[in-house]
Structure formats: C-alpha cells, structure tokens
C-alpha cells in the first residue's frame, strides 16, 4: 500500500482487508494521514458488502492481493483456503464486471507451477509451463487463476494474472520462513527446518513484486500472464544459515524436522516476459535485501512482540 499510496499522489486507494490472525492493521496505520488513502475492514467473500463498497467507491482498477496464504495451514484447514482465494476472486470479478472495472488484476504465485527437480538447474518455470499444483494452497491459487481466465474469455473482464516467487522483506507476518527464522534467533530459539533443509525458493523484495504488479496494471497487455521472480534461488538452509551468520548467532540453534507434506522441491522463475514487455528490472539484490530485512527486524522488535503477544489484533479501532 504504502508503494503506490507515496508514488501516486493524484491517485485514489482503497485498502480493503479483512484483517484476519494474518492482517496487521500496525502496519498500514501511518497511512490514515494520507488524503488520497482510505482504509476498509471487510471480507472479499461477501457479497454484499463488496457490492455496495463498488456502488459507493466506483473503482476503475481492482488488484486482488487478498489471500489465505500460508501452505502449513492449507494442509490443516483447506476449507478456508479454497472460500477466500477461490470464491473470494469470485464475488470480486462478478463485481468488477458489474460495476464496469477498467481492470482486474489478480495476484497470483509460482507455486501454481509446482515444483521443479533440484538437479536441473537449466529448468524455469515460464508463463507457458502447465498448472500442476501440489498443496492445497497452490491449487486454491491455481483454482483463482483458471477463473480469471474464465471471466476474461466469457465476460471480456479485462484481466491480468502476476504470478510472483517468495517475497521476504519488513512486515512480513512471522509464519513465513525468513521472518520466522530472525523471530526465533533473537529469542535464542530452537529454528524448525523441514527435511534437510534442501528445498530451493527463488526469493524477492516484497518492493519488487510491488513494483512488477504496478507495472503489469497499468501496462500489461490484457488477459495476460506475467512471471515475477528475483533470480536468486537459495535452500532453505542457506537462507537460514545467511540470516544466523547476519545476526551472529550460532548454526546450533537449526533443528531439522519432519518434512512438509507434499513440500514443493525447486521454485524458480523465468521473469523475460515482464522484462522485455514492460522493462521491469529487480532493484535489489539477495544479498543487499536480506541484509536490509534483518537490520529492520532488529530495529522493531516492538512489532515482533506486539505480533507474539497478540496485542496486533487491537491496532484497529473502528
Ligand atoms: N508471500 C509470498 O511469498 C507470496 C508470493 C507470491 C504470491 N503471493 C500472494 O500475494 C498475496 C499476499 O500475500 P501475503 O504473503 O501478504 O499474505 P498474508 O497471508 O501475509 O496476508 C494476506 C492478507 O489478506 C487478508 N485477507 C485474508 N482473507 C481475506 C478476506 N476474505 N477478505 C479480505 N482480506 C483478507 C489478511 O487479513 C491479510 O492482510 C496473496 O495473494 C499471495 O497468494 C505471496
């Protein structure tokens, strides 16, 4: 928000957030200030509510970040999974088409791809590699996308789909590795590893993924798929290992545990289309974020424990 609410002075946005265990409304509060901002509590699955929210608000772009995102509770839980990103996408498109949208764009993952083999480097997933999803997840994600393609075939709803690799960056909710991993350091904790530790993520700035889904917006060829990833593919043992060396603490605190079920191998990105289409470029580095990343965590971790302690869940007062 923060990205194109500062960029974007003459432009209007709505955030629109249910503020789910997910949802820091912490983080976006500096925004209440802004005259071209305004913050809505409410849920993408209900109908009505987004209805009347399009009626009032007359919205010509519509970008769908709302998801249930995390693969560890989709194996638990999938029935959530597949209302808010599936039928979810659903109420937003029907709203899209009614209420005349000039765009709709849905933000989607890699993790549609599948996974790739771990000795194939030469291997990239690109816009054209076939759907084959393996957590409840992906295919809800997957699930969203083939109805976008839907609506843009049978409605003429002008869509477009990004599909990113795994962001890391400042306030990211602490179930995510990275952010997780810098949480449990600081507290000298034991660090849970799946498996070895051998999975591979191809891994970017949360600002350049923001940067991508602003470019295909206002650029993106309509109906469109477009690949967004940071060309920096690590294991996740040497993630973790990077972020323990950064903040001088020991590789003893790494404990291994039983593997994910289903746990994707290899993610890893071929971004030429957005490249050469649209001239997106990453402006950061691995090596320059992640440093960045841990250097903001350790200079909040008043938001850290407000999150651990729960107290993140009264930031927002109606
Ligand atoms: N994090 C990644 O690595 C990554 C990579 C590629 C794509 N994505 C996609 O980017 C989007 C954002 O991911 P994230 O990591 O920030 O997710 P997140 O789970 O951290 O946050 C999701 C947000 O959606 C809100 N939300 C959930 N259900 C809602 C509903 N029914 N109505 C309205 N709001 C609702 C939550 O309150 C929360 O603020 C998702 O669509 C995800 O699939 C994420």
């Not at 909710?173 to 034991?190: D, G, H, Q, T, Y």
Request: glycine share 6%; net charge negative.
């Amino acid at each position: 928000m923060h990205y194109v609410v500062n960029k974007y002075p003459e432009d209007y946005f709505v955030c629109l957030d249910a503020l789910t265990y997910a949802g820091n409304y912490n983080n976006i509060k500096d925004l209440e200030d802004k005259s071209n901002y305004k913050f809505v509590k409410g849920d993408i699955t209900d109908k009505e509510f987004i209805d009347k929210l399009f009626n009032e608000e007359k919205f010509d772009i519509v970008i769908n970040f709302a998801a249930e995102s995390h693969v560890d509770n989709s194996i638990k839980n999938p029935s959530i999974f597949l209302t808010t990103n599936i039928i979810g996408t659903q109420v937003l498109m029907d709203a899209s088409i009614k209420y005349n949208i000039k765009r709709y764009h849905q933000v989607s993952t890699d993790e549609v791809y599948g996974d790739l083999p771990l000795d194939r480097p030469d291997l990239l997933f690109t816009e054209n590699t076939p759907i084959h999803t393996s957590s409840p997840y992906s295919s809800s994600k997957a699930g969203a996308d083939l109805l976008v393609g839907a609506y843009y075939r049978t409605f003429n709803l002008p869509v477009t789909i990004s599909r990113c690799s795994n962001n890391y960056g400042p306030y990211q909710f602490p179930e995510k590795l990275i952010p997780v991993v810098i949480s449990k350091a600081l507290r000298n904790e034991k660090i849970p590893v799946y498996g070895n530790g051998a999975n591979v993520r191809d891994w970017i700035h949360v600002i350049d993924h923001n940067i991508g889904v602003d470019m295909i917006v206002r650029n993106g060829k309509v109906g469109e798929v477009y690949n967004l990833g940071g060309h920096s593919e690590r294991s996740n043992l040497e993630v973790v290992k990077t972020i323990l060396k950064q903040m001088g603490k020991s590789e003893d605190l790494i404990e291994f545990v039983t593997d994910r079920k289903g746990h994707d191998l290899r993610y890893a990105i071929d971004s030429t289309k957005v490249e050469k289409e649209l001239g997106w470029k990453l402006t950061y580095t691995f090596e320059d974020g992640i440093k960045e990343t841990v250097n903001w965590y350790l200079a909040n971790t008043d938001w850290i424990d407000n999150i651990l302690s729960g107290d993140y869940k009264e930031a927002y007062k109606n």
